[in-house]
């Protein structure tokens, strides 16, 4: 399985952006993918996932603010995250779950200006 992230980039605070992540290859059987974020210095944190029946889990931290969706296909998601915040700034990693294996892809940085 790859995966390929794509649509970081630089916004104010209050603004909103979008990243999706492509998966391609073997995708056949994915349970599960989502996206984690790590800021230097501090461990890879778990951010929301959606599994193949569309079932959604969102940490703390990003309730009411995130959206995570992936097309028809299942193929890809996307991550709409609106309201940031600075602390959202961290580099954003996609992750596919398929038969108890784990796939990242690279990250996209997101950087947030206050």
């Known amino acids: 399985v790859q995966l390929q992230a794509s649509g970081g980039g630089l916004v104010q605070a209050g603004g909103s952006l979008s990243i999706s992540c492509a998966a391609s290859g073997s995708i056949f059987n994915i349970n599960l993918m989502g996206w984690y974020r790590q800021t230097p210095g501090k461990q890879r944190e778990l951010v929301a996932t959606i599994s193949s029946g569309g079932s959604t889990y969102y940490a703390d931290f990003v309730k009411g603010r995130f959206t995570i969706s992936s097309n028809n296909g299942k193929n890809t998601v996307y991550l709409q995250m609106n309201s940031l915040k600075s602390e959202d700034t961290a580099v954003y990693y996609c992750?596919?779950?398929?038969?108890?294996?784990?796939?990242w892809g690279q990250g996209t940085e997101v950087t947030v200006s206050s």
């Open positions: 992750a596919a779950r398929r038969q108890n294996m784990a796939y």
